[in-house]
């Protein structure tokens, strides 16, 4: 379907030749390109020619030798030189001007030709980025370009010129409003199969979608009426190798007009401004691996062209045409246009499966929620609970759910013998792991000898005594029509005294039964199973306070560790009240955010019982849900939380101080951190300075308490922190007493903190805790200290 290898310099010398060697090829460095155009590559900013492909004449009328060293005006014409230079120096991304339109002169006879730019940036490391535009950054270092080297493609443009952007347009406006009003998955991709092959005019066109291994099937297809049918066929990942991959993220759509071309190499054969192969990940003219052309010929298509689909910056899959009549070149206008439907495509498919999760999400939510409040009843036993309606196959679809809890067994689905349930629950408890699961449970332990259609997948939550939830889902039978085998990918050929590598010459379809397979849990799934586990665990202990093993397992899971970045240290501490029930309201949590900030979260809600523990449960799960992949401020977080709490009809109170701890480079360079916060009726925090001064952060005002009002206006904070300064968040235990108030206890907090700011984090949490409280606590304190060290954390 796309870039496959050839063996090469980069083997080393007796190295047999196989599939993993070719993943190795450098393809986006071959040193030539497709006949279709010519290259040059011109320094900048004296626009002098650096290196040319050898074929230059076919278009320019001059000899590539002739043209090295001579400026572009004097290769292409000064009119054309001029409007190329124009193009290059205006600001933004170049790919938004291309193509330059240009009419060059060959030997008196007017040339249209399209001119395709991109840009090369070199360091002074000796290093080649390829920039579609201006110099970029890498890794999220600046860059420092020692100079730059402008590529320029010249196509030759048939027909009539300009293209006609008003019928472009106009195929691709209504192809958008089709796939805005198309009603599924399906439908979306059938619209851009055939769009895009209206538009191209290839003789098919196929959507080609990969799966978590990137092995590729064809769920789309628009086509001649005498081709037979590439639709369903499965095609193995090796088709698409590792680094082909990686370029169709970067360059969304590539060409080859001939697959019989022979490559025109590029003069000379290193960039003489660095001293290497010119990197043409960006260009359109890139020559392919023979291998891909050979495998194509297998397939008897003379010319092809793939555009990428995305998902963020991952690929998706593929738009693939195939053309068998002849070569087969659409203009640069219509690959653009077609490359816009891709683009279309991507967000649409993005978009619907985010909605889609949302949905979904939402219900599990919403069951969850249920089951954590119905679990508050004592009276009824908590299996029977968790079985009914809604239950646990509301929360993770599968074959057959079986729980053990409190010496109560019971299942729902499927019903699995309670021999076979207690052998995979000793089984999950062997793996050492809260959430443990597979989906080919008769691979992956043999020894249990369970039959495939009972358990192929199981997803298990080992709880403490010997209890345990079970999902199981049965084998999934089921057969998957290959391109040709899979298993006979390539095969190697003798030419002479050496051998290379060619690709099958089969596509006939392939099929294969799979067996010993269920149904994949999601990670969506695990994430909730997990939070399930955490729930059940907040439910046990209340329902079995005498049992302390199960009291400090719950106190684990519901309080767990923070992150150990190398800037950051933690201390967090917990402290039960001097009474039976060992949880009440008030906790902890700390995690960091997809974008590098650090999410600090101080609660407690009201009440001092398990329906206070309870609900301190479900507003854990529900904050750290609505924060961790949001884009939302910490007042926004308590808004959203707030509200949800009104949806779910949470009857309770809480106060919750959520803060962020966020550092740009330029903050990283001057030492310093913002502490950015929102507080809901909670305490103010406290913060040591490098030097020892002590600052209580109570000048910015509390808002209100959660579960009052769900329109209350929320307000963020932001302060500048030295690294070095040492961050303290508190719950009322740990300053309030009845003989004092809030007031004498904050000052007192200061004052003991100011002693032994100095002190490691950890030894300073405990300090603090054994002077505030030199007697058992008559309320329950949750604490988080953080150290933001100036640099990486010391030995």
Request: aromatic content about 6%; overall charge negative; proline content about 4%.
């Given at each position: 379907m796309t870039d496959q290898l050839q063996a090469g310099p980069w083997l080393a010398p007796g190295e047999p030749v196989d599939l993993t060697n070719c993943e190795r090829e450098p393809i986006h460095v071959p040193g030539s390109i497709q006949p279709r155009g010519v290259l040059l590559a011109v320094s900048e900013p004296d626009m002098v020619v650096r290196q040319v492909s050898r074929n230059l004449a076919d278009v320019v009328g001059m000899a590539w030798d002739d043209a090295l060293g001579r400026p572009l005006a004097d290769v292409v014409g000064l009119v054309p030189a001029e409007a190329i230079a124009r193009s290059a120096s205006a600001f933004g991304d170049l790919r938004e001007r291309?193509?330059?339109?240009?009419?060059?002169?060959?030997?008196?006879?007017?040339c249209p030709v399209d001119a395709i730019l991109h840009r090369s940036v070199h360091t002074p490391d000796g290093r080649t980025l390829p920039a579609t535009g201006a110099a970029l950054p890498v890794s999220g270092q600046p860059v420092t370009p020692s100079a730059s080297t402008l590529v320029i493609e010249l196509e030759p443009a048939y027909g009539p010129r300009p293209f006609s952007f008003p019928n472009t347009y106009q195929a691709v406006r209504g192809t958008i409003a089709d796939l805005n009003r198309a009603?599924?998955?399906?439908?979306?991709?059938?619209?851009?199969?055939?769009?895009?092959?209206?538009?191209?005019?290839?003789?098919?066109?196929?959507?080609?979608?990969?799966?978590?291994?990137?092995?590729?099937?064809v769920v789309a297809e628009a086509k001649l009426p005498e081709l037979n049918s590439f639709l369903g066929l499965h095609y193995p990942a090796s088709d698409v190798p590792a680094q082909a991959r990686a370029l169709y993220e970067k360059n969304w759509i590539r060409l080859i007009s001939d697959v019989s071309y022979t490559p025109s190499p590029l003069e000379p054969v290193d960039l003489p401004a660095t001293g290497q192969p010119l990197d043409?990940?960006?260009?359109?003219?890139?020559?392919?691996?023979?291998?891909?052309?050979?495998?194509?010929?297998?397939?008897?298509?003379?010319?092809?062209?793939?555009?990428?689909?995305?998902?963020?910056?991952?690929?998706?899959?593929?738009?693939?045409?195939?053309?068998?009549?002849?070569?087969?070149?659409?203009?640069?206008?219509?690959?653009?246009?077609?490359?816009?439907?891709?683009?279309?495509?991507?967000?649409?498919l993005v978009d619907r499966?985010?909605?889609?999760?949302?949905?979904?999400?939402?219900?599990?939510?919403?069951?969850?929620?249920?089951?954590?409040?119905?679990?508050?009843?004592?009276?009824?036993?908590?299996?029977?609970?968790?079985?009914g309606r809604p239950g646990l196959l509301d929360v993770v679809p599968a074959s057959s759910v079986v729980v053990s809890l409190q010496g109560h067994t019971g299942g729902a689905g499927v019903p699995l013998a309670s021999e076979l349930a207690a052998a995979l629950a000793r089984w999950a408890a062997r793996q050492a792991d809260d959430v443990v699961s597979t989906d080919r449970l008769p691979l992956v332990a043999p020894e249990l000898d369970v039959p495939a259609e009972l358990a192929c997948g199981v997803l298990a939550l080992p709880l403490p005594e010997g209890q345990y939830v079970i999902w199981t889902r049965s084998e999934q039978v089921h057969s998957v029509d290959w391109g040709g085998d899979p298993h006979n990918k390539a095969i190697a050929e003798r030419e002479g005294d050496s051998i290379r590598l060619s690709p099958r010459k089969s596509f006939d379809r392939w099929r294969e039964t799979v067996r010993n397979r269920a149904e994949a849990w999601t990670p969506a799934e695990l994430a909730e199973a997990g939070e399930l586990r955490n729930n059940l665990l907040e439910a046990l202990y209340a329902r079995s306070r005498r049992v302390a093993r199960t009291a400090l397992t719950l106190q684990r899971s519901l309080l767990s560790e923070p992150p150990d970045p190398d800037h950051l240290e933690f201390a967090v501490r917990y402290v039960p009240a001097a009474r039976e029930a060992q949880v009440g309201g008030d906790w902890y949590d700390v995690f960091q955010q997809p974008d590098g900030a650090t999410v600090l979260v101080i609660g407690d809600v009201v009440g001092?019982?398990?329906?206070?523990?309870?609900?301190?449960?479900?507003?854990?799960?529900?904050?750290?849900?609505?924060t961790y992949d949001s884009d939302d401020s910490p007042a926004g977080v308590l808004s959203r939380l707030d509200r949800a709490m009104s949806g779910l009809e949470l009857k309770t109170m809480a106060s919750v101080l959520v803060a962020r701890l966020e550092q740009t480079d330029d903050e990283?360079?001057?030492?310093?951190?913002?502490?950015?916060?929102?507080?809901?009726?909670?305490?103010?925090?406290?913060?040591?300075?490098?030097?020892?001064?002590?600052?209580?952060?109570?000048?910015?005002?509390?808002?209100?308490?959660?579960?009052?009002?769900?329109?209350?206006?929320?307000?963020?904070?932001?302060?500048?922190?030295?690294?070095?300064?040492?961050?303290?968040?508190?719950?009322?235990?740990?300053?309030?007493?009845?003989?004092?108030?809030?007031?004498a206890g904050v000052d007192r907090l200061r004052e003991e903190f100011g002693r032994i700011w100095e002190t490691p984090v950890g030894e300073l949490a405990d300090q603090l805790l054994a002077r505030m409280l030199p007697d058992r606590a008559e309320d329950d304190v949750a604490l988080v200290a953080v150290r933001l060290h100036p640099q990486d954390r010391p030995a």
């Open positions: 291309n193509p330059v339109e240009l009419v060059l002169d060959c030997d008196g006879t007017p009603g599924s998955l399906q439908a979306l991709y059938d619209i851009t199969a055939e769009a895009v092959r209206a538009l191209t005019g290839f003789d098919r066109v196929m959507v080609y979608r990969y799966d978590a291994d990137y092995n590729g099937e043409l990940t960006y260009s359109t003219l890139r020559s392919v691996s023979p291998i891909h052309c050979e495998y194509l010929q297998n397939m008897g298509v003379r010319a092809s062209m793939s555009i990428s689909l995305l998902r963020g910056d991952r690929l998706w899959g593929l738009i693939a045409c195939h053309h068998y009549s002849g070569t087969h070149a659409p203009p640069y206008a219509t690959r653009a246009a077609a490359e816009f439907l891709g683009s279309t495509l991507s967000l649409r499966a985010e909605d889609e999760e949302h949905r979904r999400a939402l219900r599990v939510r919403s069951t969850m929620a249920w089951l954590t409040a119905a679990a508050l009843d004592e009276e009824r036993p908590l299996s029977e609970t968790l079985l001092h019982d398990t329906e206070a523990a309870a609900c301190m449960g479900q507003l854990r799960g529900l904050l750290r849900g609505i990283l360079a001057r030492g310093v951190t913002r502490l950015r916060w929102a507080n809901a009726g909670h305490l103010p925090p406290v913060v040591a300075g490098p030097d020892g001064q002590i600052e209580v952060f109570d000048g910015a005002r509390a808002d209100m308490l959660l579960g009052v009002e769900p329109t209350a206006q929320r307000q963020d904070h932001v302060r500048t922190i030295p690294r070095g300064s040492t961050v303290l968040l508190y719950t009322d235990g740990l300053v309030e007493r009845r003989d004092q108030l809030f007031d």
